[in-house]
């Protein structure tokens, strides 16, 4: 377990250090919209955005991000609020997308429109395409090819 929370922190740390202006700005700017966000609004730095992200993801970002409840800006889109999800969640993403769930996953399949109905065989369809996926090198990329494997189960 700790090696467990060790590696998550980890990967957290690398996240924020490879975002663009993670360490320059203010942390919107670095980390996206969200709870945590708000908490550290106007700080900047590595510490604040690391500490915003974690808050972030681990208070259901994405419920808050889709209910405009989370500091996002009032024209974000909801392409470009799943851009910001994947790229801050990337390594947790690619872990339940291979294990075929997780909160993070169905959050993902719930941004995407994805009827509830159509969520198993979803997720079951990402967990197939897991390896091309997150093979891409980008963000735009990774989202691309998860359009493409959800476009049957979007309503």
């Known amino acids: 377990m700790k090696k467990a929370l060790s590696s998550i922190a980890l990967a957290l740390s690398l996240t924020v250090m490879a975002s663009p202006g993670a360490q320059a700005g203010t942390t919107q700017s670095a980390v996206g919209c969200g709870i945590g966000t708000m908490l550290f609004d106007n700080s900047t730095g ?21 209910l405009g409840l989370g500091n996002c800006p009032t024209g ?17 993403l ?8 997780g909160d ?19 997720i079951s369809a990402l967990k197939a395409n897991q390896v091309a996926i997150f093979s891409q090198s980008s963000t735009e990329a ?3 090819e998860m359009d493409k494997t959800l476009q049957a189960y979007i309503s």
């Open 46 to 66: 590595l510490l604040y955005s690391l500490l915003a992200m974690t808050t972030n993801s681990s208070t259901f970002n994405t419920v808050s991000m889709t």
């Open 76 to 92: 974000a889109s909801i392409r470009g609020q799943i851009a910001s999800f994947i790229e801050f969640n990337k390594p947790q």
């Open 94 to 101: 690619a872990v339940e997308v291979a294990q075929g769930q």
């Open 104 to 122: 993070r996953l169905a959050a993902l399949v719930t941004m995407f429109g994805v009827k509830e109905t159509n969520r198993p065989a979803a």
């Open 142 to 144: 990774i989202q691309n």
